[in-house]
């Protein structure tokens, strides 16, 4: 019968420990991660950092979806929420103009079966006087509006979707949320 050293011992022992540990992080974060709810509230008192230097003041009411959400130094999505209504907006480099920016995300919002962009796009401004272009669609169940700006070589997209009657309440609040979008006017 062969001896097993200290040696062998104390490193069967730390090998014991190491897959404790990695078993623990491999069931215990996902756990801890399940419990903490994905939607957080949000201030509509202070600008919320989107990324790439754009804020925006969230509508009174909204939570922020954390599951969606990603800001950055280049680039950066925050999901919001009203109630079923989700308002979310997207910051990424852009080198082209307006009208091309409008049209990918037509194109974008179209390429998604069941989805068809409604009537023209339309002029509209922010409160600090960016230019942008919006429209509407429609989709299975829902319905929603959208907006693009260009910015500083930056394209920020905003679109906003859920169903008929909640929509109809809460777009004068995010309408008035999106008019708020300001960029600091940094190149990415």
Known sequence: MARITRRELMSLLGALGVVAILGGLAFGLPAIDQALPAERPVSAAEPYPVGAGVTVIPPVGATLDVTGTRPGDAAGTALFR???????????????????????????????????????????????????????????????????????????????????????????????????????????
């Not at 990918?104 to 409160?127: D, F, H, M, N, S």
């Not at 906003?160 to 949320?177: F, H």
């Open 82 to 188: 009203l109630g079923a209504v989700q308002y979310k907006i997207a910051v990424r480099p852009f080198a082209g103009d307006l009208g091309t920016a409008g049209e990918r995300l037509r194109k974008r919002i179209t390429g998604t079966p069941g989805y068809q962009v409604t009537g023209p796009q339309l002029e509209v401004a922010t409160a600090g006087g960016l230019a942008g272009l919006q429209g509407g669609y429609t989709a299975p169940g829902r319905s929603g509006r959208y907006a693009v700006f260009v910015a500083g070589g930056l394209t920020i997209e905003v679109t906003i979707s859920g169903v008929d009657l909640d929509l109809g309440r809460t777009l004068p609040q995010i309408e008035a949320s999106t008019r708020t979008l300001r960029t600091d006017g940094r190149e990415p």
